[in-house]
């Protein structure tokens, strides 16, 4: 009884503890889980991004509004006389610029000229280059081709020729023809009458003129404004000199006397002078007449003979064409002096060209490629030179066509000059494919490399190789104003290798050897190498090269992240003093507006795009900027996908990752994950992660912070998940300078079987009790039924003729 008493007791006990210990485990199991809204899933800050401007208007003192001709030079050629001077007013400004020559002798045409020289001004040809400028030609005398007034551009080629474009304003007769270096464009309103204003696309005048040249041209090298005019040839005769016609054939011969007719009487007398004995002297009395084939060297140039003036017979009759041609020439018949080979016999009757200049201004974007059939798509290696070695083959990155390079035993190169000279900048980068088809030889010099030529701040010339393969598999050795960088990939042979570098990092070690920043850019070299009896051979194709800003600042950066939403980029950008900057912003992020300075939103052909390895530049064209006040602010509004791309938890024990949507016992042992990804879906590495617990109320409970792994992931190993019940947030957030993320998730702690909580405690006691209980009730019910069933031993005998009694009806009686 006393068994039986406690195994009801702890029956009772038992299911008196199961609902308690069991109705938060139930219930969570019946309901819908709520997921909560963690207002602190946002992630906000500021950073930076560069804006960059290559000063698109690329002519200084534009409109002499200074009074100065400063940065402009002048110079002159054979002019008698010729000046520049400032004056007012000029075209729709106060002052412009007026130049003015006279011209000099009849060797050659003569001008005055005012130059800009744009070799240091990174002028990168592209097809954005455009020429303004208004002219007023107020004076052109001349009539000949030669007397002109316009503007000069000159360009360069990447091969190292030059090539000039003539915008002719008047001319005193027809343009000259073009050539193979000068091409010549009469402007719309061509005269003297009043301002003439241009507006001219520079890439499509050279490809008009130059379509064979133009795919080459790289840079603008100088603009001049320049007058020209050529004097005419007066023939140096004076009717005073005569001669004696003594065989009577109208022209003079050395036989015959030559007298200065002082009083134009046409007969000789006593006391005329002799300029040249004949044969025998003229009878007094006798005519003398003029010969136009005598003629005199004008020393002076007051236009008639005096004594010590040359007197010379144009006319040589064993030279053909000689005769009358104004020019003393070798053998030709002296008659009085020592004239020069090469004299004229002619006086200048000059010219006057005059025009006044104002409004010049070239724009240049520099945003284009800065190498010239960098894909070679052309078919031809046109634009490179040192050709020998290098050829064009079908075997191709893309497109059709790569330059093969094969150096049997020596080097080849493939160059390229950068005439514009851009400043590296952090921008400026540089991007190829190689296929290295052979290295034969074993030794650091059988090399495959692209090299860059440079130029520090004074002028040294420095050298930068990305080397794709050597015969040794080592490098070799940095030197003073040498520097050797390992291209990806490098050793791989037969298959493209990239190489996509942003230049500036790479000058570093140049510092360190004691060269000046800035660094210019000069020159592309593509090379094979290999020493005696070997071969190197590679493949090069899809060359660029970008250094397209001289200028920047820092725009500034304001980003927001929701939970599991795209982040949004906002970008200020004031003070730039141009109206074409660009705003760079990385790989992945998208334009949702931009507003100026006047508040409106530009529409999407107001901005154009231009790819980069760092990802996009967002171009704001000259055309767009100037419509704005200059230095004024503009906000961009980007957005990309959330850069986390997950967080989530590991059991400690089994590694397994576990579903997040069923209860944790309190205090379970987790490893927590996230994983950083860039819009592309690939792993950040060095992301700055940070992942936290926070409570229901907000409420941070822990936060662990550190740089992910080279696959984006960030881990914090073997914590414990809080110890309460209840409902929590798993936030993880990721910022690098690329990307910016934020992502939630939410849990629940409840406590139950094999939690070391208070409740699993409950639940073990429970089960423990309740097994007891069933056990002994089991035992008790056992004992009872065996106690009641007799005892064999101890049954008595039924006395002589007794029936034992049983249940039912009676036996049948027998007989």
Not at 42 to 60: C, D, H, M, Y
Not at 663 to 683: Q, T
Not at 793 to 812: D, F
Request: net charge neutral.
């Amino acid at each position: 009884m006393k068994i039986a008493r406690w195994a009801r007791i702890l029956t009772i006990l038992a299911l008196s503890l199961f609902p308690t210990v069991l109705s938060p485990l139930t219930s969570a199991h019946a309901g819908t889980m709520t997921l909560y809204v963690d207002p602190l899933g946002r992630f906000q800050g500021t950073g930076s991004a560069p804006v960059v401007w290559s000063n698109s208007e690329k002519i200084n003192n534009t409109n002499f509004a200074s009074g100065s001709v400063q940065p402009w030079t002048s110079s002159s050629y054979n002019a008698n006389s010729s000046s520049v001077q400032i004056i007012s007013p000029g075209y729709n400004s106060i002052h412009a610029v007026q130049l003015n020559v006279t011209s000099g002798n009849l060797t050659s045409s003569s001008y005055e000229r005012l130059t800009q020289d744009l070799t240091n001004s990174q002028v990168a040809f592209s097809q954005s280059v455009t020429i303004e400028a208004s002219v007023h030609v107020t004076s052109l005398t001349g009539n000949n081709t030669n007397d002109r007034a316009g503007v000069i551009l000159g360009l360069a080629t990447a091969n190292g020729t030059s090539v000039n474009l003539h915008y002719v304003f008047d001319s005193g007769g027809p343009l000259p023809s073009n050539t193979t270096r000068d091409g010549y464009f009469k402007v719309a309103g061509f005269g003297p009458n009043s301002w003439i204003s241009i507006n001219r696309n520079v890439a499509i005048d050279a490809q008009s003129v130059f379509p064979s040249l133009s795919p080459t041209i790289d840079a603008v090298k100088s603009l001049s404004l320049y007058v020209d005019s050529m004097s005419y040839g007066n023939a140096t005769r004076d009717s005073r000199i005569k001669f004696y016609d003594g065989d009577g054939d109208g022209f003079w011969n050395s036989t015959e006397t030559v007298v200065y007719d002082a009083d134009l009487d046409g007969h000789y007398q006593l006391g005329d002078p002799l300029l040249y004995n004949g044969t025998f002297t003229p009878p007094v009395g006798s005519s003398l007449i003029n010969d136009p084939r005598i003629q005199f060297v004008d020393l002076n140039r007051d236009q008639h003979w005096e004594v010590g003036d040359p007197i010379v017979y144009d006319c040589n009759n064993g030279i053909p064409g000689d005769c009358n041609n104004n020019i003393v020439d070798v053998n030709e018949p002296v008659i009085s002096g020592n004239p020069i080979i090469g004299q004229l016999l002619m006086d200048p009757l000059r010219r006057v060209t005059t025009a006044s200049f104002d409004q010049i201004k070239l724009f240049s974007s520099g945003s284009a490629n800065l190498l010239v059939n960098g894909g070679f798509e052309t078919g031809t290696l046109a634009g490179w030179g040192n050709t020998a070695g290098f050829s064009s083959s079908s075997f191709a990155h893309t497109g059709s066509h790569s330059a093969f390079g094969n150096a049997v035993g020596g080097t080849v190169q493939l160059a390229q000059s950068i005439d514009s000279a851009p400043e590296i900048n952090p921008l400026t980068f540089l991007q190829a494919f190689v296929n290295i088809n052979t290295v034969s030889g074993t030794t650091a010099k059988d090399m495959v490399d692209i090299s860059l030529g440079l130029s520090d701040s004074r002028g040294t010339p420095l050298s930068i190789y990305y080397v794709f393969n050597t015969g040794n598999g080592i490098l070799p050795g940095n030197t003073t104003g040498t520097i050797y960088y390992k291209a990806p990939g490098f050793g791989t042979v037969n298959q493209w290798l990239s190489i996509n570098r942003t230049i500036a990092q790479d000058t570093s070690p140049l510092n360190a050897q004691g060269f000046q920043s800035p660094y210019s850019l000069s020159l592309v070299v593509l090379e094979a190498k290999s020493q005696p009896s070997s071969v190197t051979s590679a493949y090069f194709d899809d060359l660029s090269l970008y250094s397209p800003f001289t200028n920047s600042l820092n725009a500034n950066l304001a980003f927001s992240a929701l939970n599991a939403a795209n982040t949004t980029y906002t970008y200020t950008v004031s003070k730039v003093p141009t109206g074409y900057f660009s705003l760079g912003i990385p790989a992945g992020q998208s334009i949702l507006n931009i507003t100026t300075p006047t508040s409106t939103t530009l529409q999407p052909s107001d901005y154009n795009l231009t790819s980069t390895p760092l990802g996009s530049l967002v171009n704001i064209p000259n055309s767009t900027g100037t419509r704005y006040p200059l230095g004024g602010t503009y906000y961009f509004y980007t957005t990309s996908k959330n850069a986390v791309g997950t967080v989530y938890a590991q059991d400690v024990s089994t590694l397994s990752i576990l579903n997040l949507t069923n209860p944790f016992s309190p205090g379970h042992r987790v490893s927590l994950a996230e994983l950083s990804i860039d819009p592309f879906g690939n792993g950040i590495p060095a992301a700055n992660s940070t992942i936290s617990i926070w409570t229901s109320s907000g409420t941070m409970l822990n936060s662990w912070t550190g740089l992910a792994d080279n696959y984006g992931f960030y881990r914090v190993s073997d914590i414990a998940l809080p110890m309460s019940n209840g409902t929590y947030t798993l936030q993880a957030t990721s910022y690098s300078s690329a990307n910016v993320g934020i992502r939630t998730r939410q849990f629940l702690i409840v406590s139950g079987p094999g939690s070391p909580g208070p409740g699993g405690l409950l639940i073990i006691i429970g089960i423990v009790v309740a097994a007891l209980a069933a056990g002994l009730v089991g035992f008790l019910i056992f004992y009872r039924r065996t106690n009641r069933r007799p005892n064999p031993a101890k049954v008595q005998p039924l006395p002589k003729g007794a029936v034992k009694k049983t249940k039912g009806p009676p036996p049948k009686k027998t007989k």
